[in-house]
């Protein structure tokens, strides 16, 4: 079980580039990442599978690709959506300490340690097998991406690639300048109806460069889903994924090479690939001494069709990239329904009364992909 499936998800046939509106919480629209969480994935897969499964849901509404995960019997595990090199999948920088013991190597990277967001897998693998950096990585994206200068030759798409008249040091200099993604705040007006009045505003997106884009991890602990999960990314490629998908949104989908994630004897750590929600079992996991965590808080909004606009119940999470105590407990985590509930509230709600927000459930998915982490003696 240490292979993840990966899907790289790549621009639709009639565009060359993936552009996403990833809202942020916030008053605006101005902001926006570079990355969509596993739990709003989880959200906007079972919509589809709404929409798809229409005469089979059951008598809240569920339809049936969300039932095993509602009952605690997931068919899989996936991550959140990660930037993408080529190839190369980015991962969440563990929650670790980077062993580099060469003063030079140290000096070279200088802040920029600070900055680091994203490791290509080998690196990835060895801060999680605790091995030290050997060579000084090519630090992408202002720092915030280390990859490998093996694994940047293995890219074979422009503007990646080294080209035949191209010096290596040349090469890597343009590399690190070439920046993998970027995010602008597009110019927008409304006008008012009534008294024509205008109101301008701004919208975030992200667009890739070309050869870059997005990727999904996946463990399927039931291979025979794999038919009907690609279904569903299949129709979330059509529909769009994020915010504003007039204009963004839309992609295709390709599979990946597989990801090992077997580097070493699996310890009593692992580093979460997603968001995760602890059931009241598994607290143990992140009270350890052994655990480094980060939380986050989601709220926002969902729609319905056939209902009003409502704000969802606020959930805490674990954050990508923490470390977990396996041997504490066993992280699975959780699906939670957080449709709003007025019956709880102090007073009702103007439209709905003392009643729940939508007669379905609403679910956001803290299940728990985790990649294992080999045992070995931190310095302190």
Known sequence: MNDLTVYALVPPPDRRTLCFHFGRQGIGLEETGETFPSDSLFAALVAQAATLDNTDLDAEGVPAFARPFRNGNPPLFHSSLFPRLGDLPLLPRPALPLVTPDDDIRMRIGKRFKRLKYLSPALFADVCAGRPIADAPLMLQDGKVWITA????TLTVDPWRRQANESDEAWKRRLETTPIWSIVSEPHVTVDRVSCASAYYEVGRVTFAPGAGLA????F????WRLRFEQLLDLLGHSGLGGRRASSGAFDWQPGKALDVAWGAAGGRAVLLSRYLPAQHEIAALRSDRAAYQLVNIGGWLFSPGHLPQRRQRVRMVAEGSVLDVRAANPRGQVVDVRPDYRKSKNPHPALGKNVGTPHPVYRSG??????????KEES
């Not at 093996?150 to 030759?153: D, G, S, V």
């Not at 602990?221 to 025979?224: G, L, M, N, R, T």
């Not at 299940?367 to 070995?376: E, K, Q, S, V």
Request: aromatic share 4%; charged share 25%.
């Open 150 to 153: 093996a694994e940047a030759r």
């Open 216 to 219: 999904l991890l996946v463990r």
């Open 367 to 376: 299940l728990a992909l985790t990649a294992p982490i080999p045992d070995w």
């Open 221 to 224: 602990v039931d291979p025979a």
